[in-house]
């Protein structure tokens, strides 16, 4: 959105300014009615104070500023004159009425000055106009020329011989006075717009970040789930297939000298290739199913850990309590996501008997532990410039996934392992 110097360089209107206008011009039409039922009365005597062309003049600027602003095709037809047109016959009609008010009547200089401070509230609705919609320098125009055309104005209606000495200081003190007045009225009003746009402007540039940062993570999120399925189905069809290969090559050169051995090892591959069956397609249900949204966090864990124990038969501890508050998608996802793949990993690399999974709650911490009684490793792996481990080797991939997952939640992710003494996985969120 761009908001430029001159009054007449804008084709945006501020929203609800169009509405506020059309509204103050129709109160100041009412108020012109009430203020004139004196004049209007004049007008049936026989001898009028006002002529009715005069008084005719005052009610149809107002009508005809009002049907201007009200009429919506004007606004395409004019583009960014609009606005600017609006101003200028607002502003100036009411000052070339007053003026022919003042001819008609020779008037004198305490009527003048009158004039000019009824014509105080009338110009005050363009002010706030040209404020809310343009900057101060419009602001400052717009006093410079209401000035210059009700003072200009002003000096030919009156008689030169009515002008004492003390009436043109005076003249200038009620002028300078209602332009101090329109001055700062509009200084206030461009610097609440002013502060209105930036906080605009900043909000939505806080949007497009947190979109940006939205379609990152969901792209980032992608990628890494990704990465999750090759490892998933490296460590399940890749490995059954090669040792299917390895297998069937070793079936193939028995097959003439040896029988009995090849038929052996073909019914070797036939118990791999169901159990690389079975594991494919528990990796593929993971994948597709939804634990989280079907189950809720404590019965998806409960469950994992079930399925977890049934396939490796080892035995499970799970302390995991009915109740945990109130929780994130995104803490819930990664409480999940990192149970899951510490328990893949044990049943990868750990060797182990026994594995314990805990989630509790303490004050505003969320924290799962999974340890187990495994070999361990022996020294802590190796870690990248972002504090993650870094992936060179295959087994680290599963710990980098799960130390992005803690990071991306706001969490710790902590690895404690020795040889011989397990391995211990701690989240807190």
Known sequence: MCYDEGMNQKSHIEPGLLPVFRLLTTIRLGLTALASAETLMSVLTPQPLIPPYIVLLSFAEGALTLCYLSWPKLQNWLGQAYLPLGIVITSASPII????????????????????????????????????????????????????????????????????????????????????????VGFMVTRLMQTQREQHRALIQANAKLSHYATTLEQLTTSRERNRLARELHDTLAHTLSALAVQLGAVDALWESDPAEARDLLGQCLLAT????????????????????????????????????????????????????????????????????????????????????????????????????????????????????????????????????????????????????????????
């Open 97 to 184: 009425t007053q003026y022919l008010i003042h001819v008609y009547l020779a008037t004198s200089g305490p009527r003048i000055f009158i004039g000019a401070w009824q014509l105080l509230p009338i110009l005050m609705i363009s002010l706030v106009v040209v404020a809310w919609q343009y900057n101060f320098r419009s602001v400052l125009l717009f006093c410079l020329g209401t000035l210059v055309l009700d003072a200009g104005l002003m000096l030919f209606s009156v008689k030169p011989e009515i002008l004492p000495s003390y009436f043109i200081l005076a003249a200038v003190g009620v002028y300078l006075n209602r332009t101090v007045l329109y001055i700062a």
């Open 274 to 429: 169901r159990s690389g069956l079975t594991e494919t397609r528990r990796a593929l249900h993971d994948l597709r199913a939804s634990p989280l949204e079907d189950l809720g966090l404590v019965l998806a864990l409960q469950t994992l850990t079930r399925s977890f124990a049934a396939r490796n038969g080892l035995e499970v501890t799970v302390h995991v309590p009915e109740y945990l508050g109130s929780l994130s998608h995104t803490d819930e996802q990664c409480i999940y996501r990192v149970a899951q793949e510490a328990l893949a990993n044990i049943s990868r690399h750990a060797a182990a008997q026994h594995v314990n999974v805990r989630l509790e709650r303490e004050a505003e911490h969320m924290m799962l532990t999974v340890r187990d009684d495994g070999q361990g490793f022996e020294a802590p792996l190796p870690l990248g410039e972002d504090g993650i481990p870094a992936t060179g080797k295959e087994q680290n991939l599963g710990l980098r996934g799960m130390y992005e997952r803690a990071e991306m939640a706001g969490g710790t992710l902590i690895v404690e392992s020795s040889a011989g003494e397990g391995t211990t996985v701690r989240l807190v969120l």
